[in-house]
């Protein structure tokens, strides 16, 4: 079985090739490689943990690994894919996905994920407001169900402290497919155990991205944080947006592609960074077909050797065709 192997810094992606195998043999196949990696580190003396791991594969009972999360989104390319960032800090705790496991209504599974992550939090001393610091929201049917869940989190937020006067999260809202039983939203977070010690700031990208309660979401546009001993940025999810909340370049995938990494690299240069300091990037397409466009803009416009996912998943509005997320580090 065809298997690609990604790598920078602490990034690691692993793609395995459909080859005409079932789902189960490709996720095999990718914990045989993550496994064979694991051991390489180890032979080297290389200590670091998985932080976070996410498996790019269907929704269903397949043999994932323990720790790991999976929100059934599927590479545009075909195959199955597993992102796996490694830290030898141990200031962070992952948490992976979330679900709610009674109804299918996404505002009461929102609500329950939120809850469920609060209490989980509390056992460890720590509050959603002070602690965490990035979250990953998958929504089936996002064009219907999207309204529910924002506004869950954001009455969620208010109750909890998280305000305009405040601060929200660093977040990626995106469609996933949750396993059977498990209603329509699922969650991954981060949250830092000292936030003091990660010196933790949120990015705004004033110049060219408003603030987003001004439009009836709330999450930051970036976090950038100490992680390892080297700045790191966070980047959200980010489209072909403008400070006033409007969608730019309706119906124009590759004028959107451009506009969402330029905003992209206004928040990295708030963040003392450039694309030059990205360790991964993931990119999420709306529509399959637009997948190898833009995927070729990309390898014109950035190293090809940064580690990428190509998605598809549709985004939180209809009209657009794509975002990105990515994680930089200067060290």
Same mark, same amino acid.
Not at 257 to 264: D, F, P, T, V
Not at 294 to 302: A, D, H, P, S, T
């Given at each position: 079985?065809?298997?690609?192997?990604?790598?920078?810094?602490?990034?690691?992606?692993?793609?395995?090739?459909?080859?005409?195998?079932?789902?189960?043999?490709?996720?095999?196949?990718?914990?045989?490689?993550?496994?064979?990696?694991?051991?390489?580190?180890?032979?080297?003396?290389?200590?670091?943990?998985?932080?976070?791991?996410?498996?790019?594969?269907?929704?269903?009972?397949?043999?994932?690994?323990?720790?790991?999360?999976?929100?059934?989104?599927?590479?545009?390319?075909?195959?199955?894919? =597993?992102?796996?960032?490694?830290?030898?800090?141990?200031?962070?705790?992952?948490?992976?996905?979330?679900?709610?496991?009674?109804?299918?209504?996404?505002?009461?599974?929102?609500?329950?994920?939120?809850?469920?992550?609060?209490?989980? =939090?509390?056992?460890?001393?720590?509050?959603?407001?002070?602690?965490?610091?990035?979250?990953?929201?998958?929504?089936?049917?996002?064009?219907?169900?999207?309204?529910?869940?924002?506004?869950?989190?954001?009455?969620?937020?208010?109750?909890?402290?998280?305000?305009?006067?405040?601060?929200?999260?660093?977040?990626?809202?995106?469609?996933?497919?949750?396993?059977?039983?498990?209603?329509?939203?699922?969650?991954?977070?981060?949250?830092?155990?000292?936030?003091?010690?990660?010196?933790?700031?949120?990015?705004?990208?004033?110049?060219?991205?408003?603030?987003?309660?001004?439009?009836?979401?709330?999450?930051?546009?970036?976090?950038?944080?100490?992680?390892?001993?080297?700045?790191?940025?966070?980047?959200?999810?980010?489209?072909?947006?403008?400070?006033?909340?409007?969608?730019?370049?309706?119906?124009?995938?590759?004028?959107?592609?451009?506009?969402?990494?330029?905003?992209?690299?206004?928040?990295?240069?708030?963040?003392?960074?450039?694309?030059?300091?990205?360790?991964?990037?993931?990119?999420?397409?709306?529509?399959?077909?637009?997948?190898?466009?833009?995927?070729?803009?990309?390898?014109?416009?950035?190293?090809?050797?940064?580690?990428?996912?190509?998605?598809?998943?549709?985004?939180?509005?209809?009209?657009?065709?794509?975002?990105?997320?990515?994680?930089?580090?200067?060290?």
């Amino acid at each position: 079985m065809n298997c690609r192997t990604e790598e920078a810094y602490n990034q690691l992606i692993i793609h395995v090739e459909p080859d005409g195998r079932a789902a189960c043999e490709q996720v095999a196949a990718l914990n045989k490689a993550y496994g064979d990696y694991v051991a390489g580190m180890a032979s080297l003396g290389d200590a670091r943990r998985a932080l976070l791991g996410r498996y790019f594969a269907p929704a269903e009972d397949l043999p994932f690994l323990e720790g790991f999360s999976c929100a059934g989104q599927l590479p545009a390319e075909g195959g199955c894919a =597993l992102w796996v960032m490694f830290t030898s800090d141990d200031n962070y705790i992952y948490t992976p996905i979330l679900y709610d496991r009674a109804g299918s209504d996404s505002a009461a599974n929102t609500l329950c994920i939120f809850e469920e992550y609060s209490r989980i =939090l509390a056992a460890s001393g720590l509050t959603l407001k002070d602690n965490c610091v990035r979250t990953w929201c998958y929504v089936e049917d996002i064009d219907n169900n999207y309204k529910g869940f924002y506004k869950t989190r954001t009455a969620f937020f208010a109750e909890n402290g998280l305000t305009p006067a405040t601060h929200y999260i660093a977040s990626t809202g995106i469609a996933g497919t949750m396993p059977a039983g498990c209603g329509v939203v699922g969650m991954d977070a981060l949250a830092v155990k000292d936030p003091a010690l990660a010196a933790v700031r949120y990015l705004k990208g004033s110049t060219n991205l408003g603030r987003t309660d001004a439009y009836g979401v709330t999450f930051e546009r970036g976090a950038v944080l100490t992680l390892d001993g080297c700045r790191t940025a966070l980047i959200s999810g980010t489209a072909s947006i403008d400070t006033a909340g409007h969608v730019l370049h309706v119906g124009d995938v590759k004028a959107q592609s451009l506009r969402a990494w330029e905003n992209i690299g206004v928040l990295l240069e708030e963040a003392g960074m450039s694309f030059g300091d990205v360790t991964v990037a993931i990119t999420y397409v709306r529509n399959r077909e637009d997948c190898a466009v833009v995927r070729r803009l990309y390898e014109e416009r950035f190293d090809s050797r940064i580690p990428h996912l190509f998605l598809h998943a549709p985004i939180c509005r209809p009209d657009w065709l794509m975002e990105t997320e990515c994680i930089a580090v200067k060290r």
